[in-house]
């Protein structure tokens, strides 16, 4: 006889929109046939899940894969692999350390040739909105990009210059009329050169760069921005915000009737300014880590249910580059793309228990990700319908993160030695695995590009 389903993930708690229920999950042709009791139906292959979460895969919506032109920082197949060790099933890499940048439909097709060919995982594209390319967006919304990317200041590199108001503006009004997303780094850019200048008086370490980042940066741009948004009638994604006032600003602009959503980071909930401090270069980002009442503070407005999504914000370099005795010169950005949802959760289910903890998050990285960036009818849940894109996760195993597993290309990153008690068993991308038993499995599959639908 032919098997009905193609995989059985047999006996796991399994969670769903409406709940937590201790079920199968079928899956056929790499969508979800149902969720429920399995009766007589045979499969291809069949996991047992049994003393396990099954959850909709993660959706990392904020990576830095650099592929094409910076595959030494990170490559498509390294970040990919390491982004399925920590359940993750989909990324949307950004536009600015490639090169060229993909900030024209020309260079989003080279972007997402190299992804067809390296990626683990299924993958989305950001386009970028600098200086003049405005006669690119419709160009790269038809090739498939998921929405475009601007910084508020200077984004490190030169090929992806800073935003000004005015080009915001001019960049957000088109936008608008195509339908597309808007994302900003949201720094105040003339702010941050005059504190620069200041704290440097102080010293060019870790303690002067972080006063040279204060909570005002971030809130001055969200204003601005937001303000933008609401006269171009623009979508207006705020990524990595790092503190409560953020999310507060972000807020204040959607009872105006600003169509705005907020992103936070894994680092920024469970590091802090001591850990900068401590760490050094590895824990060195743009946003800063906080103080710890202001890391309390932000797990606060996500457990009000203020903050929409989680993306790891992974920003590898080469070692080289997190290495200079003037801290200011340091490459900002975390590497955390394998370890960090793990230890959210983990984090997570400490303070409210398995249950509770993983309803909530599951919104978090996958089904509010999927809504905000138009792909929930593919994806984000466990559903008949949508794509067996799953991740089975024990939640009360005990280990210490190390960062000698790291799938990275550089094995560096701020949670070594680390206590974790949720550990990634399991990932499936469109019913097929890619990571099991501390292994890219053999014969894992090669991603999919996932489209956006269109707004209007």
């Known amino acids: 006889m032919t098997p009905d389903l193609d995989l059985l993930v047999r006996g796991g708690s399994v969670v769903t929109p409406d709940g937590i229920v201790q079920s199968d999950v079928m899956v056929a042709e790499g969508r979800i046939e149902r969720v429920g009791a399995s009766g007589n139906e045979r499969a291809k292959e069949t996991i047992d899940a049994s003393g396990l979460f099954v959850m909709a895969g993660f959706i990392d919506s904020h990576v830095h894969f650099n592929e094409p032109g910076r595959a030494e920082w990170e490559g498509i197949a390294t970040g990919s692999s390491a982004l399925a060790a920590g359940g993750g099933t989909l990324f949307f890499d950004m536009p600015l350390n490639s090169l060229p940048p993909v900030t024209s439909?020309?260079?989003?097709?080279?972007?997402?040739?190299?992804?067809?060919?390296?990626?683990?995982?299924?993958?989305?594209?950001?386009?970028?909105?600098?200086?003049?390319?405005?006669?690119?967006?419709?160009?790269?919304?038809?090739?498939?990009?998921?929405?475009?990317?601007?910084?508020?200041?200077?984004?490190?590199?030169?090929?992806?210059?800073?935003?000004?108001?005015?080009?915001?503006?001019?960049?957000?009004?088109?936008?608008?009329?195509?339908?597309?997303?808007?994302?900003?780094?949201?720094?105040?850019?003339?702010?941050?050169?005059?504190?620069?200048?200041?704290?440097?008086?102080?010293g060019t370490g870790a303690a002067s760069w972080l006063r040279s980042r204060p909570v005002e940066l971030e809130t001055t741009a969200i204003r601005?921005?937001?303000?933008?948004?609401?006269?171009?009638?623009?979508?207006?994604?705020?990524?990595?915000?790092?503190?409560?006032?953020?999310?507060?600003?972000?807020?204040?602009?959607?009872?105006?009737?600003?169509?705005?959503?907020?992103?936070?980071?894994?680092?920024?909930?469970?590091?802090?300014?001591?850990?900068?401090?401590?760490?050094?270069?590895?824990?060195?980002?743009?946003?800063?880590?906080?103080?710890?009442?202001?890391?309390?503070?932000?797990?606060?407005?996500?457990?009000?249910?203020?903050?929409?999504?989680?993306?790891s914000d992974h920003s590898p370099a080469p070692p080289a580059m997190k290495t200079s005795a003037d801290f200011f010169e340091v490459w900002g950005g975390i590497s955390g793309c394998q370890h960090g949802f793990g230890l959210l959760l983990s984090e997570a289910v400490a303070r409210h228990g398995a249950q509770s903890a993983l309803m909530r998050l599951t919104g978090l990285l996958s089904a509010n990700v999927a809504r905000r960036f138009g792909i929930d009818g593919a994806k984000g849940r466990i559903a008949a319908g949508l794509d067996?894109?799953?991740?089975?996760?024990?939640?009360?195993?005990?280990?210490?993160?190390?960062?000698?597993?790291?799938?990275?290309?550089?094995?560096?990153?701020?949670?070594?030695?680390?206590?974790?008690?949720?550990?990634?068993?399991?990932?499936?991308?469109?019913?097929?695995?890619?990571?099991?038993?501390?292994?890219?499995?053999?014969?894992?599959?090669?991603?999919?590009?996932?489209?956006?639908?269109?707004?209007?």
Request: aromatic share 4%; proline share 5%.
């Open 388 to 456: 067996a894109d799953l991740v089975l996760l024990a939640a009360d195993r005990p280990h210490a993160l190390s960062n000698a597993d790291l799938l990275y290309r550089h094995r560096q990153g701020p949670y070594d030695g680390r206590a974790s008690t949720v550990d990634v068993v399991r990932t499936v991308v469109r019913g097929r695995t890619v990571w099991d038993k501390g292994r890219i499995a053999p014969g894992a599959p090669h991603g999919h590009l996932v489209r956006p639908a269109r707004r209007r």
């Open 224 to 311: 601005t921005a937001a303000d933008i948004a609401g006269e171009t009638g623009c979508s207006l994604h705020i990524v990595h915000a790092s503190c409560p006032e953020s999310v507060n600003a972000a807020r204040e602009a959607k009872a105006r009737g600003v169509d705005i959503t907020v992103e936070t980071c894994p680092h920024y909930l469970l590091l802090s300014e001591g850990d900068a401090l401590r760490l050094g270069a590895p824990a060195k980002c743009a946003p800063p880590l906080r103080p710890e009442a202001l890391r309390q503070g932000l797990w606060s407005a996500l457990e009000a249910g203020h903050v929409d999504t989680v993306g």
């Open 105 to 202: 439909a020309a260079a989003a097709a080279l972007k997402l040739g190299a992804a067809r060919r390296l990626s683990r995982t299924d993958f989305g594209v950001w386009g970028g909105l600098v200086p003049g390319n405005t006669g690119e967006f419709e160009g790269m919304r038809d090739a498939g990009v998921v929405g475009l990317k601007a910084f508020m200041c200077a984004s490190g590199v030169e090929e992806y210059p800073q935003s000004d108001a005015a080009t915001l503006r001019e960049g957000m009004a088109r936008a608008a009329q195509l339908g597309m997303i808007v994302a900003v780094h949201a720094e105040d850019e003339a702010l941050a050169r005059r504190l620069a200048l200041e704290a440097r008086t102080k």
